[in-house]
Nanobody, 123 residues
């Protein structure tokens, strides 16, 4: 089972990036999926989660109105559209598959984790 995150890079403040997380080895269509991030010297932080059918979505307050999480179960892929990026968004972003179908912000409830993709926002 593998989660491969991609789409990170270097962008100027105010710019946009779209992260993708493709799953292989098994389907996660019945699992909630989430994005977390970890900045240098900081703990891993919840960013967003989407339930198995996209009907329930949650964001950390700092990204509300700027980030959008979505998923395509036919492609076994989850996305994170990031707009109006700020320097505080600089981090390694990880996707993860939840143990259940609804999801949430508790990282201990996520079983499978991707390797992460670096997002750097220059001011």
């Amino acid at each position: 089972v593998q989660l491969q995150a991609s789409g990170g890079g270097l962008v100027q403040a105010g710019g946009s990036l779209r992260l993708s997380c493709a799953a292989s080895g098994r389907t996660f269509s019945n699992n909630a999926m989430g994005w977390f991030r970890q900045a240098p010297g900081k703990e891993r932080e919840f960013v967003a989660a989407v339930s198995w059918n996209g009907g329930r979505i949650a964001y950390v307050d700092s990204v509300k109105g700027r980030f959008t999480i979505s998923r395509d179960n036919a492609k076994n892929t989850v996305y994170l559209q990031m707009n109006s990026l700020k320097s505080d968004d600089t981090a390694v972003y990880y996707c993860a598959a939840h143990l259940g179908s609804v999801g949430g912000s508790d990282p201990t409830r996520y079983r499978y984790w991707g390797m992460g993709t670096q997002v750097t926002v220059s001011s």
